[in-house]
Nanobody
Framework: QVQLVESGGGSVQAGGSLRLSCTAS????????MGWFRQTPGKEREGVAS???????TYADSVKGRFTISQDNAKNTLYLQMNSLKPEDTAVYYC???????????????????WGQGTQVTVSS
């Protein structure tokens, strides 16, 4: 069992930045695929970014060039640096882990078995 805990959410004005963190109770980040997803009320959860075991990354088109996913293996922590935030980035952001697809998780939700509780990000115009 892997427990994931997100932090770093909050409120920011458009154009601002936030960094989300996700710590894991077990498993070294370098051996699994990790991802960030987000969801707004009334909409389906969508993939934002993922980081595979081979350190390849995948980003949703809507965040390319603005968000960066990274990890600190020594701290078992995953990050999502979010710059140039827009009101449409407002959502609950979830951290997720995929052990079954360490190199090919992409942004496919069914490939992620473990999920955090989410952290709210609010961007005002």
């Amino acid at each position: 069992q892997v427990q994931l805990v997100e932090s770093g959410g909050g409120s920011v004005q458009a154009g601002g930045s936030l960094r989300l963190s996700c710590t894991a109770s077990r498993y070294t980040y370098g051996s699994i695929c990790m991802g960030w997803f987000r969801q707004t009320p009334g909409k389906e959860r969508e993939g934002v970014a993922s980081l595979a075991r081979d350190v390849s990354t995948t980003y949703a088109d809507s965040v390319k060039g603005r968000f960066t996913i990274s990890q600190d293996n020594a701290k078992n922590t995953l990050y999502l640096q979010m710059n140039s935030l827009k009101p449409e980035d407002t959502a609950v952001y979830y951290c997720a882990a995929s052990m079954a697809y360490p190199d090919s998780c992409g942004l496919t939700q069914r490939k992620f078995r473990y999920w955090g509780q989410g952290t709210q990000v609010t961007v005002s115009s």
